[in-house]
């Protein structure tokens, strides 16, 4: 009887245990979602009393202290999340950049976004090209309505709505050595090359290695489909990258340069190739459809994914070196097959000799070969 008393005891002593725990966190929840709505009325009322609250009245222009952005209160809230990330002071020294970014499609489009929510204070966005229809796979904010308006362009009108307090200016330009100074002048902070184009390209690296400017250029982004073999690196370590490869070549054959430029790239061996010209007449040719001269008309299968991370990666690249944020970038382990060979030899010396034998070393390939990055499993 008496242990029948002292379970019932118990039974009421958890049941009354859990009662106050279940009142508790009733208690937390209702309290948390009333700071978020208390919260969201500061925000509010923030914004509207500032002439920035929904709709396009977040692009109204607002007297703001350009000298130091983050006394602002609008942009103090908006950026809290880098602040409370950075500091105060390593936050300042993005919201006091000047970024140039060259080339706004699948990659620049991206990093320019980012570098806009990220609070650099000042971009300059260049591109001469138009958003079109089939771009929507891959750009960071074009819409529908949108298709046919240059790129520079669209990327002011909506960048307007999400910081209007950032400084804009979009040139629908072509880069290329006669605008240079134009483009380049000014001291910006740093440069993203995100052009497609050989020539232009490597025009423009040049341009900012004369110049001593910072720069960081995209390689090859279309034909890929794996966004755990994006890297940053210097150009002369990128590899398995055609585009790489042939800015490597003409940096130093036209201007002596070897290296000392930070690339985004992928390992990743293409997956595709540029799909065949297909003209409307037989004797139309590649040339008669360029908008400019030298530019590729062929079209290369593009995962828009991919594009997007490279320019993820790049904004996290250049917001984290404006904040001086050190961090280690991850080595590139290239080792190509002739180093394996080496390893696989040195293998059967070593069976040989403490063994007798090397038959029962065996080497199995992976189905799937990197050019330049074979990773075979030596099994005893």
């Known amino acids: 009887m008496e242990e029948r008393a002292r379970q019932l005891l118990l039974l009421a002593a958890v049941a009354g245990a859990g009662a106050a725990f279940g009142a508790l966190s009733a208690t937390a929840v209702f309290n948390f979602i009333s700071r978020s709505k208390r919260r969201e009325g500061y925000v509010r009322n923030l914004l509207e009393s500032n002439g920035g609250a929904g709709g396009s009245a977040g692009s109204r222009a607002r007297m703001v202290d350009r000298s130091n952005l983050l006394s602002d209160e609008v942009v103090a809230e908006q950026l809290t999340r880098n602040i409370q990330f950075f500091g105060v002071e390593s936050q300042k020294k993005v919201t006091e950049s000047f970024v140039v970014v060259i080339g706004l499609g699948g990659v620049g489009s991206h990093a ?5 929510r990220s609070g650099v204070g000042r971009l300059l966005l260049v591109d001469f090209d138009q958003v079109s229809l089939s771009s929507l796979n891959r750009h960071a904010v074009a819409t529908r309505d949108d298709v046919g308006t240059p790129k520079a362009s669209c990327l002011k009108k909506h960048f307007s709505l999400i910081y209007p307090e950032c400084q804009i200016e979009a040139r629908v330009q072509l880069y290329d050595p006669s605008a240079e100074e134009e483009i380049l002048s000014g001291q910006p902070d740093f440069v993203l090359d995100c052009i497609d184009n050989i020539d232009t390209k490597v025009s423009l690296l040049a341009a900012c290695v004369r110049r001593g400017l910072r720069v960081l250029s995209a390689m090859g982004a279309g034909a890929r489909a794996d966004p755990t073999r994006i890297r940053v690196a210097d150009l002369s370590e990128s590899s398995n990258d055609p585009l790489s490869r042939s800015v490597r070549h003409r940096l130093k054959k036209d201007h002596g340069i070897e290296g000392g430029i930070p690339v985004v790239f992928s390992l990743e061996k293409p997956k595709a190739k540029l799909l065949p010209f297909q003209g409307t007449k037989e004797e139309e040719t590649p040339s008669d459809y360029q908008i400019v001269p030298g530019f590729r008309v062929r079209i290369i299968p593009v995962l828009g994914t991919i594009p997007a991370i490279f320019g993820q990666v790049m904004a996290s690249y250049v917001v984290t070196q404006l904040a001086k944020f050190d961090f280690q970038t991850e080595p590139i382990v290239n080792l190509d097959v002739d180093h394996y060979r080496v390893l696989h030899h040195r293998l059967l010396e070593h069976e040989e000799l403490i063994y007798g034998s090397a038959e029962q070393v065996l ?16 099994i005893l």
């Open 363 to 378: 080497v199995v390939l992976p189905p799937f070969q990197y050019t330049r990055l074979l990773s075979p499993c030596f």
């Open 112 to 116: 320019a976004s980012m570098l806009l």
